[in-house]
């Protein structure tokens, strides 16, 4: 059975182990990038972040698409009388 000391013990000992730990990872993989970033070609990184770009813009109009559509019959259901629409089962 653990205590809350113990608790506390591996919570200081991982705060202390992760606070040394991610400044050299850190300064890791800032070196990696240093060395790496000569050798990759933008123009393809370029064109592909485009296309990503276009497909977002055309997914998020067709969201707005749907959203009106689904507005338009929310606001057609709230208009008509009660008795007009479908009894819903429980």
């Given at each position: 059975?653990?205590?809350?000391?113990?608790?506390?013990?591996?919570?200081?000992?991982?705060?202390?182990?992760s606070?040394?730990?991610?400044?050299?990872?850190?300064?890791w993989?800032r070196?990696?990038?240093?060395?790496g970033?000569?050798a990759?070609?933008?123009?393809p990184?370029?064109?592909?972040?485009?296309?990503?770009?276009?497909a977002?813009?055309?997914?998020?109009?067709e969201?707005?698409?749907v959203?009106?559509?689904?507005r338009?019959v929310?606001?057609?259901?709230?208009?008509?009388?009660p008795s007009?629409?479908p009894?819903?089962?429980?």
């Amino acid at each position: 059975m653990t205590t809350g000391g113990e608790v506390a013990i591996v919570a200081i000992v991982f705060g202390t182990v992760s606070s040394m730990v991610y400044p050299l990872v850190r300064a890791w993989a800032r070196r990696l990038e240093s060395h790496g970033a000569a050798a990759l070609p933008l123009r393809p990184i370029e064109d592909r972040l485009d296309r990503i770009e276009r497909a977002v813009e055309s997914i998020a109009l067709e969201v707005e698409r749907v959203s009106e559509g689904q507005r338009f019959v929310t606001k057609l259901l709230a208009e008509k009388s009660p008795s007009a629409l479908p009894p819903s089962h429980p």
